[in-house]
């Protein structure tokens, strides 16, 4: 064995010794670069998710108010829907009972019709003005039930107006 071999091996050990230590410290200072960035990366994603978060929070409470406002208007549209109903079976109620009688007005100046109507016995009161004929009560009847569905229609149009309104101004 040759006298340098064992100082050769000895420098040679401590050569991969230093490049290991070099190694060791580049490990540690990566390590903590890596560290640093996955704190700030970390602090992002809470931003971010703290930022999505609030803007539910602020969508939703936009949908409860807009479905509160929605329901209001829907009770309101009902309300005056009940009441119309009610309005026109006390009037068909009326009819029935011939305490209330539907009558139109004539045309005193039309001749092309060649018949005439004659006027209705005015019950219950003095009507001055224009000749009136009494309608039929069955018919009656039919044209009130024509008129409701009329004012059930729109009654349900504006409602189907006010929430196309609601909605869109909501957006």
Do not use: F
């Not at 309101?76 to 007005?105: E, F, G, I, M």
């Amino acid at each position: 064995m040759n006298a340098a071999a064992p100082k050769m091996a000895l420098a040679g050990v401590l050569v991969l010794l230093a490049v290991g230590g070099t190694w060791k410290v580049q490990d540690l200072r990566y390590g903590k670069q890596l560290a640093e960035q996955a704190a700030l990366h970390l602090g992002d994603l809470t931003a971010i998710s703290n930022a999505a978060a609030d803007q539910v929070r602020i969508e939703l409470d936009k949908r409860l108010a807009l479905e509160q406002r929605l329901a209001a208007s829907d009770q309101t549209h009902h309300q005056v829907l009940t009441n119309v109903q009610k309005d026109q079976a006390r009037l068909r109620d009326r009819l029935a009972t011939a305490d209330l009688r539907l009558s139109v007005l004539l045309d005193a100046t039309d001749s092309a019709g060649g018949c005439s109507v004659p006027a209705g016995s005015q019950a219950g009161g003095v009507v001055h003005g224009a000749a009136r004929a009494r309608i039929d009560p069955a018919h009656a009847q039919r044209i009130i039930e024509i008129t409701g569905d009329g004012d059930e229609g729109l009654i349900a149009l504006a409602a189907c107006q006010a929430y196309v309104k609601e909605v869109s101004a909501s957006k």
